[in-house]
């Protein structure tokens, strides 16, 4: 195992040098001034980062599981039904979450190579004359399949079928990587976790309500203590938390905020495409099919190749770690076996994903896969020199020196 060799997994993405060193303090009074005073401008920040003014953040100890389940038990009860789309792990994940939590699912099940259907959201709601669906659940970027869905398309499938649901969004593998707009989308509830674009240890889970989900939670009856969101808020909002908080993990987010703010988020979502971009070119280099069956669709953070008939995704993997010290995703699910993925969101150069590609490549030729050697690194080096030229991915960064980090 090497330990300076970058990760290709979707998270816990790579760890920029300087939020490494933004991380490394030594105890800190979270009771004193100074962690007060630090507080508005995480909150001031992750407001940009999820594209909200009116909605509120909250953030916990936790991960982005703990998200969805704050996010569920502040506004929902015992027996509301609520509407989900399942087309990979994740958003299955989160159905059976919601099961355990004594809610009812309405599942529609998708094919794991597409999106979430708004047409099928669309039917559902308007056949519920009776307006009983209290929520509709996405996940915008499914981590499992690199597919990503059309947020802006579910938000106008609930409002022409006339429901009232609240739209509750899983952007663990979104947020802070691709566009996410909880105001323009009407977004109720959008949920993350540090370990993903945010470029953090895992650690934080980050969730934002907005008003109306916040309205709904005064009359929701499920248990919540932990995760209770209004004590949450109004510990936070008095500078404190309710109960001890990870500093060095808040000192990070931080500066992570600073990095991406400084960038530019529409630059940050740009270099994710571009960097999306030639991993795509590069497997269409090797003749091989991504998950996603329609590209509009595909995931700028995380790409799902699947492997050809014969071969066995996990091994791929397992060769890459074993022989070159290098990480990948494996196909996660029904996935299994059939595909690996990519992953890279983040922090991580040309340079970087060019090595990740050529070992998948080198690890590929030494099982046999039928592809051409050099074929795919050459198509993203191709594509990168004409992406990112007369603006290296760290322009943006030049009289910052810790931004270069992130490029
Ligand atoms: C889309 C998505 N949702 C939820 C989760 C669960 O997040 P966590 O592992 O931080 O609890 C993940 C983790 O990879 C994810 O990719």
Redesign the pocket.
Known sequence: MSLSNPVFI??PTNLPDSIRRAIDLPTVDHRSPAFAASLPQLFDGLKQIVGTTTGKIFIFPG????GWEATISNTLSRGDRVLACRHGV?SDKWIRMCQNFGLIVDVIDCDWRGPADPTQIEAILRADTGRQIKAVLA?H???ATGVRSDLASIREAIDHAGSDALFFV?G??SIASMDFQMDEWGIDAAVT?S?KGLMLP?GLSIVALSQKAREAGQNAGLPRFFFDCEIMGAMTDAGGFPYTPPMQLLAGLSHSLELLLNEGLDQVFSRHFKMAEGVRQATAAWGMDLCCQDLQFASDTVTTIMVPDGFDGDRLVAHAYDRYSMSFGVGLGQLAGQAFRIGHLGALSEAQALSGLAVIEMAMLDLGYPITGGSGVAAAQEWYRSAFSGHSVDASAADDSACEDVA
């Open positions: 979707p998270g991960t982005g599981t703990g994740f996940t970027n499914e981590t899983d663990v593998s976790g370990q895992a």
